[in-house]
C-alpha cells in the first residue's frame, strides 16, 4: 500500500491540482490569489494564518516528499510535477517561494473584502499559488469562522450585561468552550477552541492551552482557565438514592471563599434537585460554604428549562434587584446552560431570562458542537481566487463571474485593504493606493521566513477585548 507522511505538503491539495501547472498560458511567471468571505451573518474575524505558517510552511519540502508524493500521485491515476518539485528543492531548500501578506490577526474585518493574498516570488513558481489553496484556505476559513461566531455571541452576552447588569466585568467567562469531544479532530480542536480564546477567557478544551502555547508565543501565561465540575457518572455513581450526598460531596470537595464548582443536576429530577436537595436539604451548606455552585441542566428545552431554574431558585434562595432594577440571586449560585447552545439559541435564552425580570449576570453559557463543528465553508462563503497573472512581464486582471450565480463573481487584480475616508474597510486595487502605508494587508511570509510573529495577548486586544 502507498504510504506517505500526512506533513507532506505536496499531497495537503486536491487532486486536480496536480495537473494544472501545464494548464496556464505559456510565458506565465506570477499568479496572485486572494482569500476573502463573500457572505454571511458574521463580521470576519482573521485568524489562524500564524499557525498554519509555523505548523507546516516552516518545514521544507525533502526529496523524499517528492518521491513519495510522485509513486502516490502517478497511482492515483495523475500527472506529476516532478520537475518543478526538484527545482523547489534544489533553488529554494524546499521552502515555498511565496509572498503570503495578510490583515493582522484578529482584525474585524465586514464580509466581501481581502483578508488574505499570496503571490510566487519566483517566476518558475507560477503554479504554486494556486496549487496551495486546499491547505491555506482550510487554515483560514475554519478558525476564522469559529473567532466570528464566537464574537458574535460576545456581542449578544455583552448588550445584555450592559442592559441588565451592573458592570461587564465578567464576559471574558460568560461562554464556555465545551467542544472538544464534538469536534472532528484533534487539529480542529485546537484551531476552534483556540479561535474561541480570541474573545473569551473559559474553555474546557486543554488542546487550545497546549495550540496557544505552540502557535502564539502564550509560554507559561495561562490563556483561559476552567472550575471543577461533576459528569453525570460521577452523580450516578452515588445511585439515585445517594444524589443528595453526591452533591454534599461536590460542596466538601470544591467549596470554599472565593471558589466556584458546576454540578450537572438533572440525572433524574431537575426541579427536584433544586426544590428539595440544594434549595432545602443542602440550602445551609451552599450559603454557608464560601464559594459559588453552578447548577447546571442538560436536558429539556434551553429557554423554559433556564427560566424555570431561575424561578425555582429565587423561590429558594431570593433574589435581590440590582442597580438596573433586574434580579440577581445570591453570589453563592449560579446557572450554567451548556446543551443546545447555538449564536439563536443563546439569544433567545438571553430575552427569555431578562423579560422575565432576571439580569443576564445569572446565567453562563457552555457551547460545544455550536461553536466548533456547525460550522462550515459556506457558513461564511469563504473562497480563494486567482484575480491577477502576469503573462511575458505584463500584468493582467483575472477573474470569474458566472451568469448562473452573480454571489459567486470574484476580484479583479492585485489588491489591497485601506480605510475609507468614512473609516470603514474597503478592498481596492493595489495599483489605485495612494500610500503604500495605508495598505492593511502586510507581510506575513515570504520565501520561508515567518515574518511577523505575535501573541494571544496582542490579537485579543486587537480584536476588541
Known amino acids: 500500500m502507498y504510504t506517505s507522511n500526512l506533513n507532506n505538503l505536496i499531497l495537503n491539495s486536491d487532486s486536480y491540482k496536480t495537473s494544472h501547472w501545464v494548464q496556464y498560458p505559456a510565458g506565465s511567471e506570477y499568479m496572485s490569489s486572494y482569500v476573502e468571505a463573500r457572505g454571511g451573518d458574521y463580521d ?41 518539485w526538484e527545482r523547489l528543492v534544489d533553488k529554494h531548500g524546499g521552502y515555498m517561494p511565496l509572498r503570503i501578506e495578510a490583515v493582522p490577526e484578529g482584525t474585524i474585518v465586514p464580509v466581501s473584502n481581502v483578508v488574505c493574498q499570496v503571490i510566487n516570488t519566483d517566476p518558475e513558481f507560477y503554479w504554486l499559488p494556486s496549487y496551495i489553496e486546499t491547505s491555506l ?37 460568560r461562554l464556555h468552550d465545551f467542544g472538544a469531544r464534538g ?33 502564539y508565543q502564550m509560554g507559561n501565561d495561562m490563556p483561559a482557565f476552567s472550575i471543577p465540575a461533576a459528569e453525570h457518572s460521577t452523580m450516578t455513581a452515588w445511585g439515585r438514592e445517594g444524589e443528595t450526598d453526591a ?31 440544594w434549595g432545602d436539604t443542602l440550602k445551609e451548606d451552599v450559603k454557608n460554604m464560601g ?20 424561578e425555582r431558585l ?41 423579560k422575565a425580570g432576571f439580569s443576564a449576570d445569572n446565567i453562563t ?63 481596492i486595487k493595489a495599483d489605485n493606493l495612494k500610500d503604500k502605508k495605508n495598505n492593511l494587508l502586510r507581510d506575513v511570509y515570504v520565501d520561508g521566513q515567518l515574518l511577523i510573529d505575535e ?6 486586544e486587537r480584536a476588541g477585548w
Not at 183 to 208: C, I, K, P, R, W
Not at 455 to 460: P, W
Open 247 to 277: 452533591f454534599a460531596n461536590m460542596i466538601k470537595q470544591f467549596g470554599g471563599e472565593g471558589k466556584a464548582f458546576s454540578v450537572v443536576s438533572d440525572s433524574y429530577d431537575l426541579w427536584h434537585a433544586i426544590d428539595n436537595i
Open 291 to 310: 464559594g459559588t455552585l453552578v447548577i447546571r441542566p442538560d436536558s429539556g428545552e434551553p429557554t423554559k428549562v433556564v427560566r424555570e431554574a431561575l
Open 455 to 460: 501573541n494571544l495577548t496582542t490579537i485579543r
Open 183 to 215: 469536534a472532528s479532530s484533534l487539529e480542529s480542536v485546537s484551531l476552534g477552541s483556540l479561535a474561541h480564546l480570541v474573545n473569551f477567557s473559559g474553555t474546557d478544551s486543554m488542546t487550545a492551552l497546549v495550540a496557544a502555547s505552540r502557535w
Open 137 to 173: 484556505l482550510r487554515a483560514i476559513w475554519y478558525p476564522s469562522t469559529v473567532a466570528s461566531v464566537s464574537r458574535y455571541c460576545k456581542g449578544i452576552i455583552r448588550a445584555a450585561l450592559e442592559k441588565s447588569a451592573d458592570n461587564t466585568d465578567s464576559l471574558p467567562f
Open 365 to 427: 453559557f457552555g457551547m460545544g458542537g455550536g461553536l466548533l463543528q456547525q460550522v462550515n465553508r459556506d457558513t461564511m462563503s469563504w473562497a480563494m481566487k486567482a484575480s491577477a497573472i502576469s503573462i511575458n512581464g505584463t500584468w493582467k486582471d483575472i477573474y470569474k463571474d458566472p451568469v448562473t450565480s452573480h454571489s459567486k463573481r470574484s476580484k479583479k487584480g492585485r489588491l489591497a485593504l485601506i480605510k475609507d475616508s468614512n473609516g470603514q474597510l474597503q478592498t
Open 44 to 84: 470576519v474575524v482573521f485568524f489562524g494564518l500564524q499557525a498554519f505558517i509555523k505548523e507546516y510552511l516552516s518545514t521544507p519540502i525533502t526529496h523524499q516528499d517528492i518521491d513519495e508524493a510522485e509513486i502516490l500521485i502517478h497511482a492515483h491515476g495523475l500527472t506529476f510535477n516532478r520537475d518543478g
Open 314 to 354: 429565587t423561590v429558594k434562595f431570593g433574589t435581590t434587584l440590582n442597580s438596573k432594577g433586574y434580579k440577581v440571586l445570591p453570589d453563592y449560585v449560579r446557572i450554567i446552560q451548556g446543551d443546545g447552545i447555538g449564536p439563536q439559541s443563546l439569544s433567545k435564552i438571553i430575552d427569555v431570562v431578562m
